[in-house]
């Protein structure tokens, strides 16, 4: 194994700029997908800010069909409830790609409930997009930070997941916020209500999905300290498991201790070789202040 490892190597294509279009306005939390099946499919979201819609940021997916050579830009389009939320603006984009070749964006709305997570559908790769599906609260409070994963073939297929920071309502008033799992089986046509991780009385922090090729689902997340809250001094960061499509977790499982970073990401092996379902996490290292 270690003698072909050596001779791996990291080919470097030609830049090509996505937002070309509009690059006179700034793009901001860019997250880039590749489709399960392989690399021909792209598919990348932002919050891009212009003056026609007076710097109010939308979500804007760039995709690609041929290995990012070339880009399609859509601005995803608004949802039918509109009218009813004075600020049309929308954050925290993040994509994934099914293997049938179906696009998901998810973002995060914030109204006078506070956050509300929304999730648009391309049928077709991100040619054309649907108008985006409000998830349900369930029995908690207000969303942050989405994540959204589709299931790949034999993994538990056409399951749509996603995973996000949710206060309980209980919760709030004394701090602490848990994190929360939504599930879809219809491709993201409706979802059911959240599945609400809240393991202790501290503030937790998701951090994104893998899917293993028995179908079970892996979620990351880390304590932090709120606003006025007591510090704490040694964060740390957990997983969970969830072996039955995302209806419960079992225990967390440490990961480390002394956390120091932003949100992390874990990655997952997909290969038939015999590093098959092995999970690697990764972050942003800060200093402990």
Known sequence: ????????AVVVDST?????????????????????????????????????????????????????????????PLPDDTATY???????????????????????RITARGGEIYVWRSRDGGRRWEPPVRLPRGDGGTFDHPVILAVPAGRGGGTVYVFANQAGLGAVRRGASGNSLSRSTDGAAT???????????????????????????MA??????????????HPRLWTSLSTDGGRSFLPPRLV????????????IDRSEGARKDRVYAAWTGLADS
């Open 191 to 217: 979802f059911a209500p959240p599945v609400m991780v809240l393991p202790n009385n501290l503030q937790n922090q998701n951090g994104n999905l893998v899917a293993f090729s028995d179908g079970s689902v």
């Open 16 to 76: 090509v700029h996505v937002s070309a279009a509009r690059g006179d306005v700034p793009h901001i939390e860019v997250h880039l997908s590749a489709g399960a099946s392989g690399p021909a499919l792209l598919l990348g979201a932002a919050m891009v800010f212009t003056p026609e819609a007076q710097y109010v940021p939308r979500l804007t997916a760039f995709t690609s069909q041929d290995g990012g050579r070339t880009w399609t830009t859509s601005v995803l």
């Open 86 to 108: 004075p600020w049309p603006g929308f954050l925290d984009p993040w994509t994934t790609v099914g293997t049938d070749g179906a696009a998901y964006v998810a973002g995060l």
């Open 256 to 267: 480390v201790e002394g956390y120091t970073g932003s949100w992390p990401l874990l990655g």
């Open 1 to 8: 194994s270690a003698q072909r490892a050596r001779g791996l």
């Open 220 to 233: 990351a997340w880390f304590e932090l300290s709120g606003a006025g809250e007591p510090r704490v001094r």
